[in-house]
C-alpha cells in the first residue's frame, strides 16, 4: 500500500454510444502526491474524460469499460453510489470550464462555497466560513473577509474562476481537477489566474490534475505532461523534459504550432487604393440618449482604412467592442455616428438592409461560432449555393460546378456537397464558413475570432489559409481575435481596441517588439510561452 | 475512414421509418382513425340516424350490431364512424388553423421592432388568461351552435399558445448566426422565415399541433358532452356518451366505445408526438 503512487491508472478504456466505440483505450498513468499531471490534447481526444473518471464518473452514454483507477488509496471503480458521494467532493474534486455556467446566480458565492462543507459534515458553518475567507486571500482576491458575500455577476469573470477554486478546495479534498479552467479567459486576466492556482496548489499540497489544450498554459502548471491523441497516450514525461526534447511526433507537431509564427504575406503595391475606409464611428447598445448617442457605448471614435489586398487586425479583451466594430460594419448594429466608404462608395451603417447589393456582397463577415454560422437543416451544397444564386443569378449546372470549386478553393473534399453540417468537423466548418463568404466575390472579409472555437493544429490551418486566399484573390481582411499570437501571424497592421477606444496601432513586428500603450504592454507580456518559469517572470515583474 | 455515401446528410425529420415501434402503431390507429373520418359516413353498416331496432334499445354486442344499439334503437357502429368527421376532423382543422396563425404572428414578433412583439405578447396573453371552456361556452351560448362558430371560437382560443410556443423556438433560432448571415446577405424576411427558420422549428410546430390536437379533441368533446358542441341529429364521440348515459348502469357499449375510441384517438396522436418531439441523440 505505502510504496503505490497516489493515483494510478491502469489500461483505462472508456466507450461511448450503443456501438461501444472506444473513445479512451489503455491509458495508463501515474501521479506521485503533490504533483501536478497536466492532460493535454485536441479537442477529442478523451482529455476530459480521462478526468472525470478518476471521480468515477462517466458522461451520459459513456462507461468506464476496463482498467484500474486508484486515486488516494481507494479503488475508485469498485465505490458504490453512496461511496462515491463520500468520494467526490471531499476526497477529490473539480474545477470546471466555465464559472459563469457553474455557480447558481441565484445564491450567495459564500453559501455555494462552504455548501460542500456542510453538505459532507466534515465542519461547520462558521469554520467552513473561515476557511473560505483564507482560501479567498490564498487566492489573491480582493476584500477575502467579505467577497464572499456577493452574488455571482458582481464579481468578474477571472475573479469566479478563482472563486470555483476556492469551492473545490473547502473540504481540503486530496486530489483536484482543473478542467481547462483558463479558456474562457483573457489572457491578461489568465496570468492572474494561473498564478492564483500555483500558490492554492503549492501552499494546500494537493495533488493536481490539469486539462488543457494549452501548451503554453501546461507548461506553467505541470511537473508531469501526458499527451493524448485519439484517446491513447502519446507521451508521458516529465515537463521540462517534454517541452525540450519531445520523443512523439505528434508532440513535436503540438510543440512547432503552439510557437509563435510569422507567415509571409503577399506583396501589396504601396499605392494600393484603400478598398475600406471608416471614419468616426461611434456605437453602443440600449437605445439612444437625448444626445443622439447611444445610452450604453461600446465604440467611441474608431476610424482607420484598409488598403487592397492587406489585413488590418484588431486585437483586445472581452468586452473591448471588437467583435460590435466588426457587426456595426456587416450592417447588424447600427452606428450612431460615423461614415464608411467600400471601394470609395458610401457604406450604410444603419442597417444591412439599406445597403446597395453590390455593397453587400463586396463586403462579407465570416461568424466565431462555425457551429451556429451554418443551418444544420441544409446540405452544404444549399449553403454555399444561396449566395451563388442571391448575388451571380447561378442555377443548375453552373452553380453545382462553382460549389465544387468553392470546395477546391478552401481545401475540403468535393463529396461534403451532399453533408449537412454535423457531419464537419470544427475547421472543416469554419472552411465552409469561408467559402459561403468567397462564393460572393468580396473585396473585404471580416473575420470576427473565425479562429478561437478550433484546435492549435486545426486553427493554424485556417489561418495559413486565409493568407493563400489573400494572395490568390487579392481579399482584404479585417481580422478580429482576442489570441495576439493569430493576429501577428497573418495581420500587416495591427490596432489595438481597449474600453472601445484605439489605443494603439502599428505594424505587425513593432507592436510586439515596442508596445506603447499600458495595455499593449500587459497584452504582449501575458501571452503564455513554452518557457517554464515563465509564469514567476511575469509575475514577478508586475 | 468515412466514406462519401456514409456521410450524415443534413438534419431532416425522421421519415416515419426510424420511427420507434409504440410510435409506428400510434400513427397506423391514427390513420385508421382519419380514414374513418373521411369514408366513416359511406362505409357504415347503417345510416347513423336510422332507427335500427327501436325494441331492444342500449342492446348488448351481437354480431348484428358489433357495438350494440343506442337508447333510441340505433346502430352504434354507423354513429362513430359518422361522428369520426366531427371528432376527428374538426380539432384537426382547428389545431392546423390556429398553428398557422401562430407561426405568422410568432415569426412576424420575431422579425419585426420590440414594439410590436411586446403589444402583441400582451394580446396574446390577455386571450391566454381566459379559461377556455367557459369562454367557449359562452361564445357559443352568444354566437349560437354551428360549427363554423365553433371552429372560429376554438382556433381563436388556440391562436395565443401556438403563438407562444412558436415565438419561443423562433426566438432561439433566430439569434444563431446563420440568421445573421442571411440578413447580412439582404435576405427577405420571407425567405429568412421560410429557409431559414421553419425547418429549424418544424419539430417543435408538429410537436405543439400533436399536443393542440388532443387539447381541442378533448374539449369538443367536452362541449359536446355538455350540450353546447355539436348538435342532434348530427353527433360527435362526446356528444354519444352523453345521450347514452342512461346506459351506464346497464353496462352498455352505447357509452363506452365512444369513450374508448376518443382515447385511442389521443393516445395514439401522444404516441406520434413523441417520435417527432424525440431529438435525434448526438452520436
Redesign the interface.
Known amino acids: 500500500m505505502q510504496d503505490r503512487p497516489f493515483i494510478e491508472v491502469r489500461g483505462l478504456t472508456i466507450t461511448a454510444?450503443r456501438d461501444r466505440r472506444q473513445i479512451v483505450r489503455d491509458v495508463s498513468f501515474t501521479a506521485e502526491k503533490g504533483e501536478v499531471v497536466a492532460l493535454i490534447g485536441e479537442s477529442g481526444s478523451g482529455k476530459s474524460t480521462i478526468a472525470l473518471s478518476l471521480m468515477g464518473y462517466a458522461r451520459p452514454?459513456c462507461t468506464i469499460a476496463g482498467g484500474t483507477i486508484r486515486v488516494a488509496g481507494q479503488d475508485v471503480r469498485a465505490l458504490d453510489a453512496a461511496g462515491l458521494r463520500r468520494f467526490r467532493g471531499k476526497t477529490v474534486s473539480y474545477v470546471a470550464q466555465s464559472a459563469a455556467a457553474a455557480f447558481n446566480p441565484g445564491w450567495r458565492i459564500r453559501s455555494q462555497i462552504v455548501e460542500a462543507a456542510t453538505l459532507h459534515g466534515t465542519m461547520g458553518k462558521a469554520e467552513a466560513a473561515g476557511r473560505e475567507a483564507a482560501l479567498m486571500e490564498t487566492l489573491a482576491l480582493p476584500d477575502p473577509a467579505q467577497i464572499g458575500a456577493r452574488y455571482p455577476h458582481q464579481v468578474s469573470g477571472g475573479q469566479l474562476q478563482r472563486m470555483m477554486a476556492a469551492m473545490a478546495m473547502i473540504n481540503a479534498p486530496e486530489v483536484i481537477i482543473f478542467d481547462e479552467p483558463t479558456t474562457a479567459l483573457d489572457v491578461t486576466t489568465q496570468v492572474e489566474v494561473l498564478r492564483a492556482f500555483k500558490a492554492m496548489v503549492k501552499e494546500q499540497g494537493v495533488t493536481a490534475i490539469y486539462v488543457s489544450h494549452d501548451l503554453g498554459v501546461v507548461a506553467q502548471m505541470a511537473d508531469r505532461i501526458l499527451v493524448l491523441k485519439d484517446g491513447e497516450v502519446m507521451e508521458n514525461a516529465e515537463a521540462g523534459e517534454l517541452l525540450e526534447r519531445p520523443r512523439a511526433a505528434f508532440t513535436k507537431g503540438l510543440l512547432e504550432a503552439s510557437r509563435p509564427r510569422r507567415l509571409e504575406l503577399p506583396e501589396a503595391p504601396a499605392d494600393a487604393p484603400p478598398v475600406l475606409e471608416v471614419q468616426g464611428i461611434t456605437a453602443g447598445y440600449g437605445g439612444t440618449g437625448p444626445d443622439g448617442l447611444p445610452l450604453y457605448p461600446v465604440l467611441h471614435d474608431i476610424g482607420f482604412s484598409i488598403p487592397r489586398g492587406r489585413t488590418l487586425g484588431l486585437i483586445g479583451e472581452s468586452g473591448s467592442g471588437k467583435s460590435t466594430l466588426g457587426r456595426v460594419l456587416?450592417?447588424?448594429v447600427p452606428a450612431a455616428k460615423g461614415s464608411a466608404l467600400i471601394n470609395g462608395r458610401e457604406l450604410d451603417l444603419r442597417d444591412?438592409?439599406r445597403?446597395r447589393?453590390q455593397d453587400?456582397r463586396e463586403l462579407?463577415?465570416v461568424?466565431?461560432?462555425a457551429d451556429?454560422?451554418?443551418?444544420?437543416?441544409?446540405?452544404v451544397a444549399?449553403i454555399l449555393g444561396?449566395?451563388l444564386g442571391?448575388?451571380h443569378g447561378l442555377r443548375g449546372q453552373a452553380r453545382t460546378g462553382r460549389v465544387a470549386e468553392l470546395l477546391d478553393m478552401v481545401r475540403l473534399p468535393r463529396?461534403?456537397a451532399?453533408?449537412?453540417?454535423?457531419?464537419l468537423s470544427g475547421g472543416q466548418k469554419q472552411r465552409v464558413n469561408l467559402a459561403?463568404t468567397l462564393a460572393?466575390e468580396p473585396a473585404l472579409v471580416i473575420c470576427d475570432e473565425v479562429t478561437s472555437a478550433l484546435d492549435t493544429v486545426v486553427a493554424n490551418a485556417v489561418v495559413e489559409l486565409l493568407v493563400e486566399l489573400q494572395r490568390e484573390l487579392g481579399l482584404s481582411y479585417l481580422f478580429i481575435s482576442h489570441d495576439l499570437g493569430k493576429v501577428e501571424a497573418m495581420c500587416s497592421e495591427v490596432m489595438v481596441l481597449w474600453k472601445g477606444r484605439e489605443v494603439e496601432r502599428a505594424a505587425r513586428d513593432s507592436l510586439t517588439r515596442d508596445p506603447q500603450h499600458p495595455y499593449t504592454k500587459e497584452l504582449v507580456r501575458a501571452v503564455p510561452q513554452l518557457r517554464r518559469g515563465w509564469l514567476e517572470e511575469v509575475t514577478a515583474h508586475g | 475512414m468515412i466514406g462519401a455515401r456514409s456521410l450524415p446528410r443534413p438534419l431532416r425529420l425522421r421519415r416515419p421509418g426510424g420511427w420507434p415501434l409504440l410510435s409506428l402503431a400510434g400513427a397506423a390507429v391514427f390513420a385508421f382513425w382519419a380514414g374513418i373520418a373521411v369514408f366513416g359516413g359511406l362505409l357504415a353498416p347503417h345510416a347513423p340516424g336510422e332507427f335500427v331496432d327501436s325494441w331492444d334499445t342500449l342492446a348488448p354486442v351481437s354480431a348484428q350490431y358489433p357495438l350494440g344499439t343506442d337508447y333510441l334503437g340505433r346502430d352504434v357502429l354507423s354513429r362513430i364512424m359518422a361522428g369520426a368527421k366531427y371528432t376527428v376532423g374538426l380539432p384537426f382543422l382547428t389545431a392546423g388553423l390556429a398553428l398557422f396563425a401562430g407561426l405568422v404572428l410568432g415569426v412576424s414578433a420575431t422579425l419585426m421592432r420590440d414594439a410590436f412583439d411586446t403589444a402583441l405578447s400582451w394580446l396574446m396573453d390577455t386571450f391566454n388568461s381566459l379559461p377556455s371552456t367557459i369562454f367557449a361556452m359562452v361564445a357559443v351560448a352568444g354566437f349560437g351552435t354551428s360549427i363554423p362558430v365553433l371552429a372560429t371560437v376554438i382556433t381563436v382560443l388556440y391562436i395565443p399558445s401556438a403563438y407562444r410556443n412558436v415565438r419561443a423556438a423562433a426566438q432561439t433560432v433566430s439569434r444563431l448566426d446563420f440568421i445573421d448571415a442571411a440578413r447580412v446577405r439582404g435576405e427577405s424576411s420571407l425567405y429568412i422565415i421560410f429557409r431559414e427558420i421553419l425547418p429549424n422549428i418544424l419539430p417543435n410546430l408538429l410537436t405543439h399541433f400533436g399536443i393542440m390536437f388532443i387539447y381541442i379533441a378533448l374539449l369538443l368533446s367536452g362541449l359536446s358532452f355538455l350540450g353546447l358542441g355539436i348538435q342532434p341529429p348530427e353527433a360527435d364521440w362526446g356528444a354519444l356518451v352523453a345521450e347514452n348515459m342512461v346506459g351506464l348502469s346497464y353496462g352498455a357499449p352505447a357509452v363506452f366505445a365512444p369513450a374508448l375510441c376518443l382515447i385511442s384517438l389521443t393516445v395514439s396522436m401522444t404516441l406520434m408526438v413523441d417520435a417527432v418531439s424525440r431529438r435525434r441523440k448526438e452520436p
Not at chain 1, 451556429?372 to 446540405?379: C, D, E, F, I, M
Not at chain 1, 451532399?418 to 457531419?423: D, E
Request: overall charge positive.
Open positions: 454510444g452514454g456587416a450592417g447588424l444591412a438592409a445597403r447589393r453587400r462579407q463577415i461568424f466565431q461560432m451556429t454560422a451554418l443551418n444544420p437543416r441544409q446540405s444549399e444561396r449566395p442571391f448575388y463529396h461534403l451532399q453533408a449537412g453540417p454535423r457531419a459561403r460572393a
